[in-house]
């Protein structure tokens, strides 16, 4: 019974020392070494999900005609609706991220000056706004085939989007285009270009 009641007693310290002790004697170490470094990845991870407020996910297809969907999700963390930012990324079907752009507050909140009635809106009317934009944000809408006409002149001025994958996407009819808007205005269209391999921009 006595060795039980020191064990009852022990404080937490004294314990995780004579399991290391105990591990140490069966590997015959000596009983001094260093503890191993804190596991944090589990802290971040936990972190991670309480920060998280808010979450909008659709299947759809994209990165192939048809088949296996692709998965769009938009993800809102930080300590409150008005801070941080959302994190926007579609992954193929065979769990390879396709897509990652990073949306700010202000990215989700802009277009609010067009839905104002005063000179200025309340935090309640902001915060509503920008969780309606993030439940909005993958309306079946958005997305539309083929994502480029066949007729439809190239416009340069996108960064690393080359005449010849607007031509190549011209000649698929079946190549989905996904539109959602950043800011105020900046209306982006992207889609995924079977010739380079990875999602391009087309405005």
């Not at 944000?137 to 539309?144: E, I, K, R, S, V």
């Not at 994958?165 to 209306?187: S, V």
Request: aromatic fraction near 8%; charge should be positive; glycine fraction near 4%.
């Amino acid at each position: 019974m006595l060795p039980l009641l020191v064990a009852c007693n022990a404080t937490p310290s004294a314990v995780n020392e004579e399991t290391v002790s105990r591990a140490a004697d069966r590997q015959g170490s000596d009983t001094t070494q260093a503890l191993p470094a804190p596991d944090t990845a589990r802290t971040k991870a936990v972190s991670a999900l309480s920060d998280t407020l808010r979450v909008a996910r659709l299947t759809h297809n994209f990165s192939r005609p048809k088949g296996p969907t692709d998965k769009f999700q938009l993800v809102f963390r930080g300590p409150s609706i008005l801070e941080r930012a959302a994190e926007f990324t579609i992954t193929d079907p065979n769990g390879q991220v396709v897509f990652r752009e990073m949306l700010t507050e202000p990215d989700l909140e802009a277009a609010l000056v067009y839905e104002m009635k005063a000179p200025t809106a309340t935090r309640a009317e902001r915060e509503t706004f920008v969780l309606r934009r993030i439940d909005r944000f993958f309306l079946p809408a958005q997305f539309h085939t083929p994502a480029v006409g066949a007729l439809t002149p190239f416009v340069g001025g996108i960064e690393n989007l080359a005449p010849t994958t607007w031509t190549d996407l011209a000649k698929r009819p079946d190549a989905i285009g996904f539109e959602y808007l950043k800011g105020k205005e900046d209306r982006r269209h992207i889609t995924w270009s079977p010739l380079k391999k990875q999602t391009v921009r087309l405005q």
